[in-house]
Each structure stands twice: as structure tokens, then as C-alpha cells.
């Protein structure tokens, strides 16, 4: 069962039905979706990946998955899974647009990292990050992620995968 957490300013909770709307929202908005997955999509493929995450990952429990709200509002989204790119477990999160640029994207990406670590036990996360992503590159280097290898997209463009290790000591 996927735990909630807390950062100093942000909440990170299971989805719930009602969050399906703002969930759309986010992905929908392609200052959002151009860095996710296959880029942009359908309202209904949205629609259809948000009710997997109960029929499917919360049902089989198959990976942790976050709402992130700031404030009781919707803020974002988060999860840790395992991921073949990296061969290890990945964290991927998506802030809205009216939250960039105060820092949360750092404050999430820590917490999902420290998840891992502290209640998953892992020993090493993985993110991968497309090239042109600059700011999500700072925001992953500025923890102390570190670059692994670069991936050759069908359409030609480049993807970082990123690790960042377990300190150790």
C-alpha cells in the first residue's frame, strides 16, 4: 500500500477518485507532457493510465504512486517503479506549471529518493531525463544524481539516465 508522505511543503498521498480531473489536467498541459513518457497524448489515454493506477498498480501493488498536493491543492505527480531502462527502480515526477520555479521540484524528487532508500531499502535510484529537460537535469544533478549513459530515442532524441547512490558511512 502506497504511504503518504510529507516534506516541509508539499503532501504526498494515494491517488484518490476525485483526483482524476486535475491528474488529466497536468498531463494534458504539454509544458508538462512533452517530458513524459511518449510525449503529449489523448485526454482519454490520460483518462484510461489514471484508472490503471487503481485497477492495475494500487490493485496488484505493483509500485508506489503519489498525488502531490501544496496546501490541500492538487500540485503534481509522483512515483518510484522498477524500469528496465535503468535496471534498478526510477522516481518520475511532474510538478504543475503554477508550481515551478519554488523549489519543489527539489523538494519532491528528494523525498521520493529518500523513500526509496530509508522504506524500500534500495541502494541505488534511477531517473532518466530527456536531454533538452534542463531544468529537471539541474534539479536531479542539484541532489546528487550523477550521469550514467545517454539513450538514442526511436525519434533521435537523447535521453540521460541518471543514478544516485545510497550514501555510504
Do not use: C
Request: aromatic share 12%; charged share 25%; proline share 5%.
Amino acid at each position: 500500500m502506497t504511504p503518504t508522505l510529507r516534506t516541509e511543503r508539499l503532501l504526498l498521498e494515494p491517488y484518490v477518485p476525485e483526483d482524476e480531473d486535475d491528474f488529466v489536467t497536468l498531463f494534458l498541459d504539454g509544458r508538462v507532457s512533452r517530458w513524459m513518457g511518449d510525449g503529449p497524448a489523448p485526454e482519454a489515454d490520460y483518462r484510461a493510465l489514471f484508472g490503471r493506477i487503481f485497477t492495475k498498480v494500487y490493485a496488484q501493488e505493483l509500485f508506489d504512486v503519489w498525488a502531490v498536493r501544496r496546501d490541500g491543492r492538487f500540485a503534481g505527480h509522483a512515483e518510484i517503479k522498477p524500469a528496465k531502462v535503468a535496471d534498478g527502480y526510477e522516481i518520475i515526477y511532474a510538478l504543475a506549471p503554477g508550481m515551478w520555479g519554488f523549489g519543489l521540484g527539489r523538494e519532491l524528487a528528494g523525498a521520493i529518493v529518500a523513500y526509496g532508500f530509508d522504506t524500500l531499502g534500495l541502494t541505488e535510484v534511477y531517473a532518466t531525463v530527456a536531454a533538452p529537460n534542463t531544468a529537471s537535469l539541474a534539479v536531479l544533478n542539484g541532489i546528487g544524481f550523477e550521469h550514467v549513459r545517454d539513450v538514442t530515442e526511436d525519434d533521435g532524441g537523447v535521453t540521460h539516465v541518471l543514478r544516485r547512490s545510497r550514501a555510504t558511512g
